[in-house]
């Protein structure tokens, strides 16, 4: 892609859209804004932007709402940015496709970082078949996963859960859809099965099993892998 | 409480025995008769009068007037005929024979007179006595009865008792309006009609409705409760007569009491609604107090800072020094605002917990992480005791219980010194433990650190005095308990216990393809 990224905020509050616009700027995207569902829905519509900054609540409509009409035919990534901080709130955004969620109040640094991570995973559309994450080493077609050289030996779930976090790094993916990824429908409610197998998946990647960098938490809605 | 006997039920019986004592009286006289037969032979017919006469005497002592009448009647007709000469007719001749003829009417009447008349002063003893008995169980109850409905409990079931009628109360609200109590539809359901007649006798303080002067159509009667310093309300009963004499001396007096106990209970009750007020306007007065002086502080750290940003050419260094400033003082008023909406989530009991399995290492790091500034100058040791199964808690209340006990000793704890977060698993319980080398509590403060408000004494920020109440409310939330002690090496130690089961994930480890 050429020029610089866009980047549309919907959100009703100007004081936020001002704050996201000199940021943003500052760090070499440009800033579309609308204050309404309704404008947002059309600019996303008539302008085609690389990424969207949704707010859940707007005057004219449940952003949730906006989320799921956007999600007819935007395929590229919406950041919820949401003074609702629940754990449902979250999940139900995540579930109807948002690609990650922030709660107001929010670290400039980290909304910057949340959308470097977006946008990068919207780039590399075609897969790698080996991914590379430190001393880490992933092979997809090969079924192998490799640290510091040496081959580690995981179960196929093991395996597959690791994959699909990796293949979404940056993204949060909550346990009901690991769950139903890696393990079907029948399991979507089992999260203990799946702290089980992330801990002894942290066993074997992590260089710091306590404090994981690579199988992240995110509390009470999934997991990440982290960058 | 044992019911008295009623006084108006005394007499059921009277008939059947008086039916007694006259066959009794005509018996008594016969047998007497048979035994003078043949004493009169050879003793005279004198001597059988004296012993009818005492016989009759006798039963004057215990029998009512009319049996007494009856025996002295037949004992002079008796002596007349068969023992006073002519035999077998009823003619004296004798002027003494007639005078004892007369004696015995006389005696008899006197006789019978004085003892109905002394029964009947028993009788009246009886009632007094059972009237005072009842009244003294009914104040008795009454001084029992702790609160408006067990007052109204009890003046019914006594009422009901000892007048057989069923009593309606009506209280008033306080302001001197009744109170209507529309859901109410019972047998003792009024109409709107009635309602008002109840609210006239209750401000003309007067009698209405049967059996009185006023709204005399009604079925009902009406008596405003007679209380020393106010009327508590209006009582409402369906009259089946006027009661008169004595025991309209009882039944005012019975009403009485009920008011005076319903007027005592009033008045506690609206002592007791004036000092919660009074409370909560001293609990709000602190709220506004130390919310105002929490949001102030950083929004003028922020509104400073930001102004002198804008304003005055200033040094890279002092830019990044305001700027910080200015990032500190929003964390904080953030804290804030999450300690209030927390608190208003408690107290609206909008707070219930949802378990999910979780490792506990997950929320030690995040906790840590949240507060990784804040732990900056201190030692942070974790310690996660070996096999620590999944625990099933809800992770955002105990992210809130660990960041407020931790917040709290990084405010306490000098700099350098040890803040230890423990976990272990015991029994199906997850046992948590947040200690420090700070100060720790006074001892006399400890059953209050978890009080709303409660502040430190040493207090390096303010602070609302919220973060443990808070910290106590989402603990049991999760039907855990809390508890804090200070150490003998000095510092404060929180012990907070939920319970958490184990997983049950044996059968999982099969599927595995």
Known sequence: MTGPNTILIIDDEIQIRRLLEITLTANGYKVLQSGTGKDGLIDAATLHPSLIILDLGLPDAEGIEILK???????????????????DDIVTALDYGANDYLSKPFRSAELLARIRVALRASDNKKEAEILHFGTLCIDLPNHAVRKNDEILKLTSTEFSLLSLL???????????????????????????YLRVFVAQLRKKVEDNPSKPTLLVTESGIGYRFGE | MKPTKGIDKKSTSQPAKTAGHYAFSILVIGITVLICI??????????????????????????????????????????????????????????????????FFIIAMLNGIFTTRVRRQEQLALERENRTHTLFQLTRNLSKASGTNEVLNVANAEIETHFGITPYFILQNGMNKLIINPEKKDSTFLTEKQHSIAEWSFTHLQKAGAFTQNFTADENTYIPLPGAKITPGVLVYKAKEQFSGNKKTFWDTC???????????FLEEQAQKARFLD??????????????????????????????LLNSNNSADTQAALCSEIFTASIRLNRVIENLLNMSRLESGRISARPNWHEINDLFNKVTEDLQNELKPFNVITSISENMPLVKIDFGLMEQILYNLIFNATQYAPVTSDITLSAEHVNNFLVLKVSDNGPGFPEDALPCVFNKFYRGTINKTGGLGLGLSIVKGFVEAQKGIITVKNRETGGAVFTLTVPSEKPDIEHFEINEP
């Open chain 2, 279 to 308: 409370e909560s306007d001293r609990l709000y007065k602190t709220l506004f107090n130390s919310i105002s002086h929490e949001l102030r502080i950083p929004v003028a750290t922020i509104m400073g800072a930001s102004d002198t």
């Open chain 1, 166 to 192: 990796a293949k979404n790094q940056g993204r949060v993916l909550t346990h009901q859809y690991i769950l139903k990824e890696i393990w079907g429908y029948s399991y979507v409610e089992q999260t203990q």
């Open chain 2, 38 to 103: 043949p004493l009169s032979s050879n003793q005279g017919y004198h001597v059988v009068s004296y012993l009818l006469l005492s016989v009759v005497s006798l039963l004057a002592t215990f029998m009512g007037i009319g049996p007494v009448f009856v025996a002295s009647a037949l004992s002079a007709l008796v002596w007349n005929y068969f023992f006073i000469p002519p035999n077998y007719t009823f003619h004296i001749d004798k002027a003494e024979d007639i005078l004892m003829f007369g004696l």
């Open chain 1, 69 to 87: 009409k956007l999600r007819e035919w935007y395929s590229k990534p919406i950041i919820i940015l949401s003074v609702r901080q629940s754990e």
């Open chain 2, 255 to 265: 009403i009485t009491l009920i008011a005076n106990a319903l007027e005592r209970e």
